[in-house]
C-alpha cells in the first residue's frame, strides 16, 4: 500500500493563480481530510469529507474548494491563490467517517509546501 | 467550541533524560479522544500515542507514556531516555467521538534533544 499520497510536493504560485492539490489513498478509507500548517498555528482543519459525495468545512475554509467523486482521492482547489495561502498542506484519511474512536487513527500524506507570491 | 493549548514553544533534553510536554485542553464533552503526533524534520506526522478520556489508565508506547488527568483537563507527554531521534515537533490534538469529531491541534512544542 502507498498509503495517502499527495502531489506536487512543492509548488510557487503566483497571486490570483489557480490550481489543484492532488490526495489519494489506497486504504479504502470513508475518511478524508485537508488541513494547512502554519509556523506557530499548529495544524488547522480546511474541509474533510465523510464518504464519496460527501463534504463539509472545516476552520479555515475560506478560499479552498473540495470535491470527493471517488473513495480513493480529495483534491483541495485555489480558486484564486492570495499570499496568506502561503503554508504547507497536509492531506490525512481514516477507516471510519461515521464513527470517531481513538483506534480510527488518521494518516497523514507527507505534505505540499505551497508558496503564492 | 475546543481548544487545545500547549504552553511550551520549545524545549531541550538531554540525551537519555526524560522529559515531559505539557498539554491542556477544554471542552464540555465527555466522550473524546486524544493523541500526540510527532513531526520530525520529514514533514510526516506520526501519532505516538492515544488516549480514551474513558479510560482511568494512562496510556503508554515503549518510551512514550501520558498524564491523563481528566477533571483538570491536562494530557501531558512524558518520554523517558530521550534519544537523538526523538527531535520533532510534537503536537497535542482533540477530538470528539460520536459522528462529528475532527482533529483540533495545538500549536505545538518543539523538542531538541542535545547529546
Known amino acids: 500500500n502507498a498509503g495517502v499520497t499527495q502531489t506536487p510536493k512543492f509548488q510557487v504560485l503566483k497571486t490570483g493563480q489557480s490550481m489543484t492539490l492532488q490526495c489519494a489513498q489506497d486504504?479504502?478509507?470513508?475518511?478524508m481530510s485537508w488541513y494547512r500548517q502554519d509556523p506557530g498555528m499548529g495544524l488547522r482543519l480546511i474541509h474533510y469529507?465523510?464518504?464519496?459525495?460527501?463534504?463539509d468545512q472545516g476552520e479555515v475554509p475560506n478560499g479552498y474548494n473540495v470535491s470527493r467523486s471517488t473513495t480513493e482521492d480529495f483534491p483541495l482547489r485555489l480558486l484564486s491563490a492570495a499570499p496568506s495561502q502561503t503554508s504547507v498542506y497536509f492531506c490525512a484519511s481514516s477507516y471510519s467517517g461515521l464513527v470517531r474512536s481513538a483506534y480510527n487513527e488518521q494518516f497523514f500524506g507527507p505534505g505540499t509546501r505551497l508558496t503564492v507570491l | 467550541a475546543q481548544t487545545v493549548t500547549q504552553s511550551q514553544p520549545e524545549m531541550s533534553v538531554q540525551e537519555a533524560e526524560t522529559v515531559t510536554l505539557s498539554c491542556t485542553y477544554d471542552t464540555s464533552e465527555n466522550n473524546y479522544y486524544l493523541f500526540w503526533y510527532k513531526q520530525p524534520p520529514s514533514r510526516q506526522m506520526i501519532l505516538v500515542i492515544r488516549?480514551?478520556?474513558?479510560?482511568?489508565q494512562n496510556a503508554t508506547e515503549n518510551r512514550f507514556s501520558v498524564n491523563f488527568q481528566k477533571a483538570a483537563k491536562s494530557f501531558s507527554l512524558k518520554i523517558s531516555d530521550s534519544q537523538l531521534g526523538d527531535t520533532a515537533m510534537y503536537f497535542c490534538?482533540?477530538?470528539?467521538?460520536?459522528?462529528?469529531?475532527?482533529?483540533?491541534f495545538g500549536k505545538g512544542t518543539k523538542l531538541s534533544v542535545k547529546p
Open positions: 469529507s465523510v464518504g464519496a459525495g460527501i463534504t
Open positions: 488516549q480514551e478520556a474513558y479510560k482511568q
Open positions: 490534538a482533540f477530538m470528539t467521538g460520536g459522528s462529528q469529531g475532527n482533529l483540533i
Open positions: 486504504m479504502n478509507h470513508e475518511y
